[in-house]
């Protein structure tokens, strides 16, 4: 099956400064890869999402891209500021099954 | 709309007891899903199901049973807890193109304590 590694586990960055997490997976044949944000004790959300046939998008300050050569996905957040903290994971989807990364703690200090 | 619900928030089991795990979405999703979330290990799937009479097995699927009779809810059995299944558990839903999946509409989570 798919197998989706995330990095790094803990990201700490000042305020206003960018943010990068790396994902890679296994199967050639994923062909959707979401991000999602999930603040502690709540439900993960979407924050921005990607599809196989699109190298790059972006939505505000949040921006994701996607090599399918090297299978490998990243998420960049620009700009950060304190309500950015949280955990973010990756995912990728093949065939309706899908694999999510183990999660960034992503911490913005003040 | 209330999204997709979970029933119960909290729950403490003793080892060997079964139980159900509600989820209900009122969104007309055709695609939904069980996650079970444990530290350090992110969501794994558990079962999904792609419309009503239809679920398949995902990652982690041994020891829980799903049945999808209706578009609207989806259960998740636990046939005999085991401390192992101590976790937080997700049910998510999405619309569905085929093969193609959209963004996931998440529950706010069951708490389960396997004593």
């Known amino acids: 099956g798919e197998n989706v590694e995330q990095h790094p586990s803990t990201l700490s960055v000042q305020e206003g400064d960018s943010a990068v997490i790396k994902c890679t997976y296994s199967?050639?044949?994923?062909?959707?890869f979401p991000w999602y944000k999930q603040e502690l004790g709540k439900r993960p959300q979407l924050i921005i999402d990607i599809r196989s046939n699109v190298g790059e998008k972006k939505d505000q300050r949040i921006a994701v891209t996607l090599n399918k050569t090297a299978k490998h996905f990243s998420l960049h957040i620009t700009e950060t500021q304190p309500e950015d903290s949280a955990v973010y994971f990756c995912?990728?989807?093949?065939?309706?099954?899908?694999?999510f990364g183990a999660g960034t703690r992503l911490t913005v200090k003040p | 709309n209330a999204g997709v619900t979970q029933t119960p928030k909290f729950q403490v089991l003793k080892t060997g007891q079964s139980m159900t795990l509600q989820c209900a979405q009122d969104?007309?999703?055709?695609?939904m899903s069980w996650y079970r979330q444990d530290p350090g290990m992110g969501l794994r799937l558990i079962h999904y199901s792609v419309g009503a009479g239809i679920t398949d097995q995902g990652e982690v699927p041994n020891g829980y049973n799903v049945s999808r009779s209706t578009t609207e809810d989806f259960p998740l059995r636990l046939l005999s807890a085991a401390p192992s299944q101590t976790s937080v558990y997700f049910c998510?839903?999405?619309?569905?193109?085929?093969?193609?999946?959209?963004?996931?509409?998440f529950g706010p989570g069951t708490r389960l304590t396997v004593t």
């Open positions: 199967d050639s044949a994923s062909n959707y």
């Open positions: 969104m007309n999703h055709e695609y």
């Open positions: 995912a990728a989807i093949r065939n309706n099954d899908m694999r």
């Open positions: 998510a839903s999405s619309y569905s193109g085929g093969r193609i999946l959209y963004e996931q509409y």
